[in-house]
């Protein structure tokens, strides 16, 4: 009854084709049927086309494929449950690293999804299944194309961002952080849609849904491959600036500020010597290397993809077009009947080969694990270690105590220790400074312990200095004043001296010497009268 059916389906075309018009002009993608006419009858290859054209071991190789897309996928949420738990001093997260880790994880789900659900490819025996029929097909292949939109476009905010860091030396803050996101999610959504409007998806290329051949072109691959054309310029000119600051810093036998223990205005470029914009963009570089990595492997990634798949379609559709193309093909299929292994060797100029195919997909399915290789840290390890002593009761301190905390700093000074500018490790220094109260006043006041607390040493970006040892203070004001600051001796002082004087007057102020030398007042000189045989001061 079946093999009735079968031959009734195939309407008088050759084993293994089927006629078209034995079959409803709706339903699933018809576009997607890859027909020729024989004779009088448009002879339809059987549905799925990659069976017929690619040995056995197709399905194996794009199954493997895709569980190492599983793998990526734990990688990348490993990476991302690290960033939401772990502290930053941990993990060292940033929005472009976490934005390009979800794009991935869009991609990767473009290729898990068919693997767990192991969807029917085909309509009919000639039709592949589109959007509109199968909704595995629809989630599938909208998660690969906003995947691979979204992956473009952070990388391509990825190459900005350095480019703009490293050449202009303008600092990447929250305006263009926000402007990252718009662009970053807002393209992908937008391209998202048109092309599901004006081409959709459907099983075209193993179990995965690409997109169609109409439109796909202004839709989808010109714009992703501008955007992507895009960011190899933007990376390849930084490479190229920095090559030339590194040949101008080998002959430049200018003074540097550098080093030398006088502050350095690095921000500006007019006073920039080229060495020392070689030092500053080597620094940068030596911060940025995973980011710079990352996206050329992913712009590698999805160019190679973009070429491979746009040549494959074009030369599906030029078999539409030029059926004469896979002539002997077909007539070796027939005359076989329809043993596809003896034209293996005629199908190979019809469709990519499959190393090439299976190289494709490896790679794309690489990417999460090389963000984990790149952009993971050994202090993830270690902030989940951490953690989870921490639910057994055995929490870490996160204090820096001195090796010498014991020890009394009046004794011995240099047990003061404090972590390097630079070193980062360490969210709190205690030192060995006793805790020394304030004096309590008695109505109730008291003044706060700040020689008690912690003291944490926040350098300056153009601080110059370095952490000193407290010194020794001496509390108590009145010891030692005596034999440091000695006070002037004073006369006694005599009662209602200056009782008698005149305020709005001039008055007579007679020195202490005269007082006990002077001699015995003048008779003729009247009381009040100014004396001018003797030495007077008036005020």
Known sequence: M????????????????????????EGGHVEGRLCAPLGRLSCCIPCPMTDWAYPDDFDQATGAANWVNVVGMICCA??????????????????????LTCATVLMNLGFIIPLAAKPDQCFNEITPHGMDTSSVCATSGAFLLAGGWAGIMWVFLRALSLHLQICWQLVVGRNYMWFSQVLGWGIPVVGLIILLVFSGVSFRFGATCHINHENSLADFWIPLLVFAGLTVIIQFATFGYCIKVYLASLTDNSATTEGSGMPSYSNS???????????????????QWRGIVIVLIIIADVIFFAVIFVFLDNTVESLKTNPAKALPWAACLISSRGDKDACLDKAKDLVVSLPTVTAVLILLAMNGIWLLLLLGRWSMVTGWIDLFASFNGNRTKKEFVSVDAR???????????????????????????????SPTNRGGRQTPDYFGQTARYQPHQRSFSSPRPPQQLHWDTMSGQEESYPLPSMPPA??????????????RIEKEEEIQYAGPRSQYTQPGAADFSRNHVFI
């Open 269 to 287: 470029i007019r006073t920039m010597t080229p060495r020392q914009a070689y030092r500053r963009i080597r620094r940068v570089i030596q911060l």
């Open 78 to 99: 490993f990476l991302l449950i690290s960033w939401i738990v772990l502290p930053v001093d941990k993990t060292h997260r940033h929005y472009l690293s976490i934005s």
């Open 407 to 437: 020890m009394d700093i009046k004794q011995d000074p240099r047990s003061y220790e404090m972590l390097s500018r630079d070193s980062g490790k360490a969210d709190t220094v205690l030192t060995p400074i006793s805790p020394t109260k």
């Open 2 to 25: 079946a093999n009735s059916t079968i031959d009734a389906l195939r309407g008088g075309c050759p084993a293994p084709f089927f006629n078209e018009l034995m079959f409803p002009t």
């Open 494 to 507: 005599r009662p209602y001296e200056h009782q008698h004087m005149n305020p709005l007057g001039m008055n």
